[in-house]
């Protein structure tokens, strides 16, 4: 069975040709771009890799976009600010020299934050479900923490390697996400789920958060940089359920 490594991307020049790197033993690399600005699908072709050109769905509907555009059935989803490591390579290979690929595999993904890599808390080991037969899963559409749906039946399972994350460029970058991207993005799903947010949840969200990561996932042997990603996800539980509600507000609006 052959494998397409498929990764979506706007403006990622300075992320793609490492991620394109780590997948350069896939049978194919395709390059989803949503119309970038600067050199992104100059250095993906340069490299090799197949580019199309998809003006921006949302996550998850540009990931099955792309997952529909691959050449081959067995799917490898990769984002520009990922790698797959050398161990998970060789684990991929193996099955699939084995015969014996499952219809899905969950991914343990390690992030490189303040100068270290993370291995403990709400950050590791993150299960991701990025390799799979298209023919028996899909990405939904969600506007964020997308993950692909596999269908009832299937068989799924778990793979030792790590994808290897650089999400976030420093603590202030850190905090920029939360304010542009996953607060209001999460805001807006639970909206559309029917949550609502009471004063009762704005006030317990961000404790709750803070000592799910930090105490019981044991984000304390993580140093400095496990408190900090245990007090900004407590800062993004706040947020996101103050706009949930502030977005409660305005649909009630005449």
């Known amino acids: 069975m052959k494998l397409s490594a498929v990764i979506i991307t706007l ?14 033993w896939a049978d194919e690399i395709l390059v989803v771009d949503s119309e970038s600005s600067d050199r992104t699908r ?10 199309l050109v998809q003006p921006w769905l949302g996550f998850g509907k540009q990931k099955q976009f792309a997952a529909e555009s691959a050449s081959n059935d067995l799917i490898l989803s ?5 790698r797959i490591s050398s161990e998970l390579a060789d684990e991929i ?9 499952a219809d899905g595999y969950r991914v343990p993904r390690t992030t ?20 799979y037969d298209r023919r028996k899963g899909r990405w939904p559409d969600v506007p964020i923490h997308e993950s692909v749906s596999m269908d009832h039946g ?10 290897l994350h650089f999400t976030c460029s420093g603590v202030s ?8 991207r996953y607060a209001p993005l999460s805001a807006e799903k639970m909206f559309r789920e029917g949550r609502r947010a009471t004063y009762l949840t704005i006030a317990a969200a961000p404790i709750a958060a803070f000592a799910k990561g930090y105490i019981l996932r044991r984000g304390f042997l993580d140093g400095l940089p496990g408190l900090a990603i245990a007090y900004f996800a ?4 706040f947020l996101k359920h103050l706009l949930l509600w502030d977005l409660e507000r305005e649909s009630q609006k005449p």
């Open 234 to 237: 407590a800062y993004n539980a």
């Open 154 to 163: 299937t068989t799924i399972r778990t793979l030792k390697g790590d994808i």
């Open 112 to 131: 490189f934050y303040m100068g270290r890599w993370i291995k403990h808390g709400e950050w590791y080991p993150d299960l991701q479900l990025r390799l």
């Open 42 to 51: 100059e250095i993906a072709t340069e490299m090799g890799a197949r580019v």
């Open 78 to 82: 990769l984002d520009a600010d990922e």
């Open 173 to 180: 970058h850190h905090a920029k996400m939360i304010q542009e």
């Open 93 to 101: 290979q193996a099955a699939m020299l084995r015969g014996e690929m």
């Open 11 to 24: 403006n990622e020049e300075d992320n793609i040709a490492d991620a394109i790197r780590s997948v350069n």
